[in-house]
């Protein structure tokens, strides 16, 4: 009822007093209305709202004028035409579509309770009226909106308008029924279902709840026609996304979900009456429940878990058996749902686990979701055919798995993916029933979280996570369970274009593409599958970084050759295929893949009944290949290089042909019957060679021919390799052969090319890509020939390229840059000639290269190192033009390194030093190696005096700056490498330790900077460690790495704690490198370690190599220790507050203390006490466990030693305590109850006289932990005694005491936990003296995280001269003792390492849960809420909470909470803005957010309770009063008001007396009274409960 109850109550008293006269009353009205000016509209009817709301209430409360016939029809017709002259007209003004102000939808709600009014007083044919208005402006919007066209006709009303009047006038009466009125409410059904879908959320709810339920309640005759409709919209819209045509909208979706529950009375009834159509017989229904399920939206979800829920109660309580599958048909047409009272008490426990799962994954806390998982366990089992029933269906399963992944905790993701990558496919019938949907898309898609491949803190660096180990049995798992060879090829070619379709990134391609490799072999991959594969290769090509890259070609080669389907592929797509792959990743010869691939092409070429893969036909295959590449016709033009790939193909090709022959030949498998027939190496490749013999003797040939010959020639022995050590095998020696044979014709060919006119070479279009080609091609083909052997050519050529160079001003720039790349080719040649020539001891030396390297060097001696020969030219674009100087000196410095290298000091290093600051300041990044490299080379002799130092300093700081700028590309590690190589050096780093030497303090700058940046650049460092570590092991190197002292503890501490994404990259990169020679990218690029933690293992293997015997090692050493202690007391007395553990301030005190142990055998005499003294100070200060135990360890190893000079010292440590809580004295008590039994005989009796006494008072010192642990020691100690049979007799009383100890059961129990921590009880500190034990045993153990943990086998890695127990090192590399490395951790564990899925509670014990009954789930209320809100006027009839006397926060915020939990209808609160507050937010957890709040301020409190007690409610105080009522004993109407008490004064007496009644909570103890939030939420659960009573009984 709308207006305030104060008016209706005086209207009504009116109309009892006073005759009104309804009739005249409505005319004036009306006409008041109809004549003023202001048209139909919003601001007409504020104008007359008060008067017309008025005229509402007096109709409303009019009594019915029974008798007189005349004034009953005089009134109808006023009504009606109030309706028709008022109502209607005003509605049709309004747009509340396009007009969202909010008073004109209430005023749209008040006309239309003006019109409810009238129509109840109206005729039929007024309902019928405007029912059609009605009907016609719904069919009018549906065709809006289906035609998207505005042909709306004029009278129909806007679509809100419609749908409010509709509403409204079907809680009149409904019209009787007759085929009219019957056949106007079914068009309305109708009208209103097609336009549903057009609606937004709220309308379409209104619609659903208010006009197509209630059509359907007030139908009885056709309701089943009604709803078969309602069903049809729902299920053609599945349908329709089930074949994938469309996919279902979250609108849609929501709006089924919806409507179904609105209409769940109907559709399933309570009863076991039987209801057509019964959808849940229909695969379409269940699939909308399922889709619900897992949706984003909670609201959707909710939906569907109720009508789960009342679906599976109904079926308990029915006695019907329900669509029971026939179980002899296979598990393919196992329905979704069914139900049997034979199996009841099984589905019972299958639905209530799988609700269960569903409910609780709703949650957010791990530790409520944990213990439910294993019942994950209960629905697999009944999915599986057991006992020839099965009880689920497996869409189930993926319901829950699809909720599970898109919960925001990883660990549920993980236990997601966990549970479908190790699933048992061969059991559980997955595939039969249609969810391999599921894996191939939903489950790829999710698999690419990155956060599903972290590595989980505590399991080793490099190991592989879950995910990966589940991924390389998931693939051949699902291959396994699929039937048909079809099914298989369709799945494989259905990931593979998944992993090409998505923008993947590097980690999930990597294990993903190592999963497919898994699959057991089979005849799988056709045509289509190839090029998937190479796509995925070529993409990956494009973004991912090498290492990755190799992983994933090799991953994918593996899958190739395991899967290939040779009847459906030709050997040349095959080909086609290896030949996307990199040589320098992947596909290398010398690598197991490789090898891999040429057994494979030989049992392929060896198997019978397949011709197309025969030997023969292989053969053909490439004899065709080569055939085809040469043949070019005579006015073909265009450039070799276009076709890189189709060269490689054939190259590598051959390769491995040759690769395979060679086998044949070894194991005696050819049986060609030709063993004299050339081999097929030199039979494919002759016909290059013939082409090259003919180019200078054939005018016509086609230069292209001749270029794609060399191209050839050059293919082939890069794909061969060069042979290790100036060794070549058989099939590089015959290319060697080959390329000799056409060497000189070769050569001219290239010059005749590159330096003659420049006409003939515009012609041919030679550019500086094709000079390029054509050096590279003379360099790696002349490297192939023996020592000598091409002199001559090489030779001739040196001389055309010097006339050239000689002639520069009438030389083209292009001309000149080919001379002098050609040059530098040569040079290169020689120079590799030379170094072979050297290596090959006692060989006669070649004349020729003897006179052809002098004559380079004459050249390159004095040729001019600045490029200003192009000064002056004008020819080409600029752009051309750069590239032109960047190659001629690229060129020039390459030649200039030959020089360097084979003629030091021709050159002048000054000019060397001056060339490259002027190189480097005009050049771009690419000559900036060769640049560095002579300057490497002219270091030492630069460094001679101090003259030029200052430009040296210049030079390394422009240096580093090229470096730097390419930090992000993978040049930069070719960079920095020569950057490394030119740093450091001895003669620079000598300088070190020379504070006024510029140069050397430049250079300490150039070693911090490494570190600086070495921090964010994960391996970097390595780079620099490894060089130096090389350098300290030359001669002289002690003396050098002495001068470095602070470099070589910076690296003993060096460590990063990466960002996560960099770690899971490390992480990766780790995993990658264990596969070793299984990923032929480790056996490429092996030197590619990024893990920062080989800088702190080469440092230390470096420091424990020393040897103690020898005085420049002890000097080192000794400097060493004092600057460790140096930075130790540094970063101790810095930190006076609490670190945390694992902070990198601890990680760096730890690794600081790491170095003494190693070192302490450097430790003499002289300067024990000094060492002793420090490292006890250290201990008094310390909190670290993890430090605390090596600066133990070190006294412990020094008190051994010099006893007799350190023990005095320990004794007098016992004098500085006082009975408190001192962590040092339990550091001394460590140490005295571990050197005694290690002392020389003749000491010991003296040390236990001494010891016993001093230890002996602290076992009954007060302070618990130190008590503690003065017994712990007694008690060590005396056994001690006892062992070694000691005369103690005099300390009788140690005995009784530690007799008690032992009896004592309570005090034995928590000693022997602490006796039985590892370092207490198991730590030797001789016998456990290793680096196991030091670097991963003690890290591991103290929970330092595992950054810190260095695997001893990292260490022999490292450094072959690690021998078990050998003594290469100051100790052994592995722990003989198992004792040590089998302990648990210590007690000092600050969080629980991993999260593991084992911990959890089986399937039979109590879980916590969370479950709505779904009686008390009302899905539609939230609709209905929002109206009510929104409906001025209208109130809700449940619970008003009334808090505004409380004006404590937490018991506000904690009242919101209960509140909504238990739906509460008004929550009121004296102030809105405390809802603000973070303290109210922290305790109502967002349940402000969904309860209607109402602010009234407490002075307004008394009005405000006037005003409900006026809508009817029942006025409830909760205080203890005289005249309370026993909340026991009271029973709350529906419309109740609660007001809680102020938590001090509780309720005043005013307000007291306003209420109806006053409910106490009856208490027994001592305490006055409840907290407020206790008393509140006891009463709103009491009301709660009552009511829920009474409609149960309703
Ligand atoms: C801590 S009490 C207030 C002080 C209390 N009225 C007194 O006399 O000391 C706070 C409020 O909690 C509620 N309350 C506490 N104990 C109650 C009980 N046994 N029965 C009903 N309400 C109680 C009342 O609303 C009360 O006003």
């Known amino acids: 009822m709308s207006g305030s109850g104060k008016e209706t109550n005086i209207i009504a008293g009116l109309n009892t007093v006073i005759d009104v006269d309804l009739q005249q009353t409505i005319k004036r009205v009306k006409n008041d209305l109809l004549n003023d000016n202001t048209p139909f509209g919003f601001d007409l009817f504020k104008k007359h709202s008060q008067s017309l709301r008025t005229l509402q209430e007096l109709i409303d409360v009019a009594p019915e004028t029974g008798t007189d016939e005349e004034k009953v029809k005089g009134e109808r017709n006023a009504v009606e035409g109030l309706i028709s002259d008022v109502c209607l007209p005003f509605l049709r003004s309004f747009a509340p579509s396009y007009d969202g102000r909010a008073d004109l939808f209430a005023a749209l709600l008040n006309i239309c309770d003006m019109t409810l009014v009238c129509l109840k007083r109206s005729s039929q044919e007024m309902i019928v009226k405007v029912l059609e208005l009605c009907l016609q402006s719904l069919i009018a919007y549906h065709r809006e909106c289906s035609r998207h066209s505005d042909s709306g006709s004029d009278q129909a009303l806007d679509i809100l308008c419609a749908l409010e009047l509709l509403c409204t006038t079907l809680e009149v009466p409904s019209l009787p029924h007759n085929n009219q009125n019957d056949e106007l409410y079914h068009r309305i059904f109708s009208a209103a279902l097609s336009i549903l879908s057009h609606l937004e959320e709220k309308t379409a709810n209104r619609l659903i709840s208010f006009v197509i339920v209630r059509l359907i309640q007030q139908q009885t005759r056709e309701r089943n026609v009604y709803l078969q409709e309602t069903w049809k919209l729902v299920e053609a819209d599945v349908h329709a996304h089930d074949k994938g045509k469309r996919k279902l909208s979250t609108r849609n979706l929501q709006q089924h979900l919806t409507m179904m529950c609105s209409m769940a009375n109907f559709f399933f009834p309570l009863t076991s009456e039987t209801v057509s159509p019964d959808v849940r017989q229909c695969q379409a229904f269940w699939e909308l429940v399922q889709l619900g399920l897992y949706h984003e939206n909670p609201a959707i979800r909710k939906r569907s878990a109720y009508l789960l829920k009342r679906i599976i109660d109904t079926c308990e309580k029915s006695d019907v058996d329900f669509n ?32 269960l799962l569903l409910e609780t994954l709703d949650e957010k806390q791990t530790h409520v979701i944990k213990p439910i998982l294993p019942r994950m366990q209960t629905l697999l089992d009944a999915s599986k055919k057991e006992n020839g029933s099965v009880l689920l269906h497996t869409s189930w399963i993926v319901t829950i798995l699809m909720r599970a992944f898109s919960h925001e905790s990883v660990f549920i993701v993980r236990w997601a993916s966990d549970t479908v990558l190790f699933m048992d496919f061969t059991a559980v019938p997955f595939m039969e029933q249609g969810q391999l949907q599921f894996l191939t898309q939903q489950l790829l898609g999710f698999l690419q979280d990155l956060k599903l491949y972290q590595r989980p803190d505590g399991s080793p660096a490099g190991s592989c996570t879950s995910v990966g180990t589940g991924l390389k049995q998931f693939f051949a798992n699902v291959c396994k369970s699929l039937e048909s060879k079809q099914q298989k090829v369709e799945f494989v070619e259905h990931v593979l274009s998944v992993l090409v379709k998505d923008n993947w990134s590097s980690v999930p391609l990597v294990f993903i593409t190592q999963g497919v490799s898994c699959i057991s072999p089979d005849a799988i991959l056709g045509q289509q599958a190839l090029i998937t594969v190479r796509e995925i290769v070529n993409i990956s090509l494009t973004s991912l970084e090498n290492i990755f890259r190799g992983a994933i070609e090799c991953f994918m080669t593996k899958t190739v050759l395991s899967l290939l389907d040779k009847d459906a592929v030709s050997v040349d797509e095959f080909m086609e295929t290896l030949a996307v792959l990199e040589r320098d990743e992947s596909l290398q010869r010398g690598t197991q893949l490789w090898s891999t691939v040429v057994s494979w092409l030989l049992t392929a070429a060896t198997e019978k009944d397949r011709s197309t893969w025969s030997w023969s036909a292989m053969e053909k295959t490439l004899t065709a290949m080569v055939d085809s590449y040469l043949t070019v016709s005579t006015d073909a033009t265009g450039s070799p290089l276009a076709e890189t790939g189709r060269v490689t193909k054939i190259a590598r090709f051959v390769a491995l042909m040759s690769d395979c022959e060679y086998k044949m030949k070894q194991n005696k498998m050819d049986n060609r019957g030709k063993e004299d027939g050339k081999p097929l190496l030199t039979a494919t490749v002759l016909k290059a060679v013939d082409v090259v013999n003919n180019i200078n003797v054939r005018v016509y040939m086609p230069v292209l021919k001749a270029d794609r010959a060399i191209f050839l020639l050059l293919s082939c022995a890069k794909e061969l390799g060069k042979g290790k050590n100036g060794m070549q095998d058989p099939s590089q020696k015959e290319l ?35 000079v390029i080609f054509y050096a590279d091609a003379v360099k790696t083909l002349g490297e192939l020939l023996p020592v000598g052997a091409g002199v001559n050519g090489l030779t001739k050529a040196v001389d055309a390229c010097t006339k050239v160079m000689d002639t520069s001003s009438t030389a083209s720039p292009l001309q000149q840059v080919a001379a002098l790349s050609l040059l530098s080719a040569v040079a290169q040649v020689v120079g590799t000639e030379l170094r072979r020539e050297a290596r090959a001891h006692n060989s006669v030396k070649s004349e020729g290269l003897q006179d052809l390297s002098n004559k380079l060097w004459k050249l390159f001696s004095t040729m001019s190192l600045d490029c200003d020969i192009f000064t002056g030219h004008t020819g080409g674009s600029s752009a051309h033009q750069g590239r032109h100087v960047c190659q001629y000196m690229m060129s020039l410095w390459q030649c200039l390194r030959v020089l360097l290298t084979h003629k030091p000091g021709v ?110 650049k994960a391996g970097m460092l390595n780079l620099v460690i490894a060089r130096l570590c090389q350098l300290w092991a030359e001669p002289e190197g002690i003396a050098l790495a002495t001068k470095m002292v602070s470099t070589i503890v910076d690296a003993c501490m060096f460590g990063t704690v990466h960002k996560k994404a960099e770690r899971l990259c490390l992480d990766v990169y780790m995993y990658i490198e264990t596969l070793k020679e299984n990923c032929s990218v480790n056996e490429i690029l092996s030197s590619s370690s990024k893990n920062d933690v080989y800088v702190r293992l080469a440092a230390i293997n470096f420091l424990s190599s020393l040897k103690p015997g020898v005085a420049e090692h002890k000097r080192l050493a000794m400097a060493v220790l004092e600057e460790g202690w140096k930075r130790y007391e540094e970063l101790y007395q810095m930190s006076t507050f609490r670190q945390f553990t694992n902070s990198l301030p601890h990680l760096h005190k730890h690794r600081a203390v790491q170095i003494f142990p190693v070192l302490d055998q450097f430790i003499g005499k002289d300067l024990c006490l000094d060492f002793c003294k420090q490292t006890w100070d250290a201990l008094v200060l310390e909190c670290h466990p993890s430090v605390r135990q090596n600066l133990e360890w070190l006294l412990m190893r020094l008190v051994h030693r010099y006893p007799q000079e350190l023990l005095p010292f320990l004794w007098k440590c016992f004098d500085q305590f006082s009975d408190k809580r001192n962590i040092s004295l339990i550091s001394l008590l460590h140490i005295v109850t571990r050197v005694g039994p290690e002392l020389p005989v003749d000491l010991r009796e003296d040390f236990y006289m001494e010891a016993i006494p001093l230890v002996m008072p602290w076992t009954m010192a007060h302070h618990f932990n130190t008590r503690l642990h003065g017994q712990a020691a007694i008690y060590k100690l005396w056994g001690q005694c006892q062992e070694m049979k000691l005369k103690a007799r005099q300390y009788k009383v140690v005995e009784s005491c530690v007799k008690f100890l032992n009896e004592n059961g309570n005090s034995s129990a928590v000693l022997g936990k602490l006796m039985g921590n590892y370092f207490y009880s198991h730590f030797n500190f001789l016998r456990d003296y290793s680096m196991e034990t030091m670097f991963y045993t003690l890290p591991r153990l103290a929970c330092l995280c595992d950054i810190e943990w260095m695997h001893p086998d990292l260490f022999h890695q490292l450094d072959a001269s690690w021998q078990i127990n050998g003594d290469s090192h100051l100790m052994p590399l592995y722990n003989e003792s198992k004792t040590l490395a089998a302990c648990e951790p210590g007690p000092w564990k600050m969080k629980a390492t991993t999260e593991s899925f084992e911990d959890t509670e089986t399937t039979d014990g109590d879980v916590q849960k969370k479950i709505i009954p779904w009686r008390l789930m009302t899905p539609d209320s939230s609709a209905e809420q929002e109206y009510s809100h929104r409906r001025k006027g209208r109130n809700q009839d449940g619970l008003v909470l009334v808090t505004s006397l409380i004006n404590k926060i937490p018991n506000l915020g904690g009242l919101c909470r209960t509140s909504e939990i238990f739906g509460v209808s008004e929550f009121v609160i004296g102030n809105l803005s405390y809802t603000d507050d973070r303290m109210f937010q922290t305790l109502s957890v967002t349940a402000e957010k969904w309860i209607p709040i109402t602010e009234v301020q407490f002075f307004r409190l008394g009005e405000f309770l006037e005003e409900k007690k006026r809508e009817s409610y029942t006025l409830v105080g909760v205080e203890q009063t005289a005249n309370s009522v026993d909340l026991t004993k009271y029973k709350f109407p529906k419309k109740t008001l609660l007001v809680l008490g102020n938590e001090k004064e509780g309720i005043p007496p005013d307000i007291l007396q306003q209420l109806d009644v006053c409910v106490e909570i009856p208490q027994q103890g001592i305490i006055r009274s409840l907290n407020v939030h206790v008393s509140g939420a006891l009463l709103v659960w009491e009301y709660t409960r009552q009511q829920m009573e009474n409609s149960d009984a309703e």
Request: charged share 25%; proline share 3%.
């Open 736 to 770: 060697c052969d080959l390329v000799h044979g056409c060497w000189n014709e070769l050569l001219t060919f290239v010059e005749k090319r590159t330096l003659l006119g420049k006409q003939e070479s515009e012609q041919d279009h030679v550019d500086l890509d094709l």
């Open 907 to 1016: 050159r002048e290093a000054s000019l060397v030093l001056h060339a490259a600051l002027e190189a480097f300041s005009v050049s771009s990044g690419e000559c900036d190696m060769p640049i560095m490299h002579c300057l490497e080379l002219v270091m030492p002799e630069l460094l001679q005096g101090v003259d030029h130092h200052a430009k040296v300093i210049q030079v390394i700081r422009i240096a580093w700056g090229k470096v730097y700028e390419e930090i992000k590309s993978w040049s930069f590690w070719l960079k920095m490498e020569a950057y490394v190589n030119m740093t450091l050096q001895k003669p620079l780093l000598v300088l070190m330790d020379e504070e006024d030497v510029e140069l050397g303090v430049y250079m300490n700058e150039v070693l911090e900077r490494f570190f600086e940046v070495g921090q964010e």
């Open 324 to 355: 029971p599958p026939d179980l002899s048909s296979g598990a393919s047409s196992l329905p979704y749902f069914w139900w049997s009272k034979k199996q009841q008490e099984r589905l019972s426990k299958v639905w209530e686990d799988a609700l």
